[in-house]
């Protein structure tokens, strides 16, 4: 694993965009395993700063995203669709096609996740995974558990998640209690992956989940078992 502890959002952001960058000059048809939140907002708008002067090429880039609110629908501005859009989909040259993301109207949410799963099999893979981490150590949505959930499912969010979320809605009452989300499986199968967090309050649970032990009560830590493992941390929040 790769440690890396920078200055700045901006350092992290502009050090996590060189990784994507570089897996994307390498490979034109990677199939990027993407996240929201409020972490790789600087990660998107570095690429995009590159993508206007030339220097990257996304049409032949597949993106798979980890999650989705259920109950949201693509139109919705909080729907993790509708900001992947926004803050990184509209600005380049990805064929939106080959944009996925976990349907949050699913009425089978069992189903959707079957599909989601299969979808990502049949793509051959993530190349690159991103992903940051909550509060209680979750990534994707996979809230600590007495299990490591292996596919996309379905999850309950926890009280934690729903407060610290609600800084993107109305209020807190508005924040959707469960969401669909990529398992342990595709997550820990994708070649390499990324992981990027900012802030003082997120130390203690990287450090935690990157030298503690590793158990389903911090999803993060199975993390230690994936043999391309980078992390960028800085303790400026964004
Ligand atoms: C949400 C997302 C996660 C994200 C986490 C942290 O719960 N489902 O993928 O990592 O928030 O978000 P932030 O980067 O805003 O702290």
């Not at 109950?71 to 919705?76: A, K, R, T």
């Not at 900001?83 to 699913?106: C, S």
């Not at 407060?163 to 969401?179: G, I, M």
């Not at 989300?181 to 997550?187: D, K, P």
């Amino acid at each position: 694993m790769k440690f890396y502890e920078v200055a700045s959002y901006k350092e992290m952001s502009r050090k996590a965009a060189n990784i994507i960058s570089a897996e994307v000059i390498t490979n034109p048809n990677a199939v990027l395993g993407l996240a929201t939140g409020s972490s790789p907002i600087g990660t998107y708008k570095q690429l995009i700063e590159w993508y206007n002067k030339g220097d990257i090429d996304f049409s032949g880039v597949t993106a798979v995203n980890l999650d989705e609110y259920y109950g949201l629908s693509e139109d919705n501005e909080q729907s993790y669709r509708y900001f992947m859009n926004k803050n990184f989909f509209d600005h380049i040259n990805i064929n939106k096609a080959r944009t996925y993301v976990p349907n949050g109207l699913a009425k089978d949410p069992v189903l959707e996740g079957k599909l989601y799963d299969e979808r990502i099999k049949a793509l051959g893979g993530i190349d690159i995974q991103l992903l940051g981490i909550g509060l209680d150590g979750h990534i994707g949505f996979n809230e600590p558990n007495d299990v490591f959930m292996r596919d996309t499912h379905l999850v309950d969010l926890n009280e934690s998640t729903i407060k610290a979320n609600a800084r993107f809605f109305e209020s807190e009452d508005k924040v959707p209690r469960q969401a669909i989300t990529m398992g342990m499986m595709s997550i820990m199968r994708a070649k390499k992956i990324l992981l990027i967090a900012a802030g003082e309050k997120k130390e203690a649970v990287v450090r935690e989940a990157f030298n503690g032990v590793i158990t389903p009560k911090l999803p993060a830590s199975i993390l230690q078992l994936h043999p391309n493992v980078t992390v960028i941390f800085t303790k400026e929040s964004n």
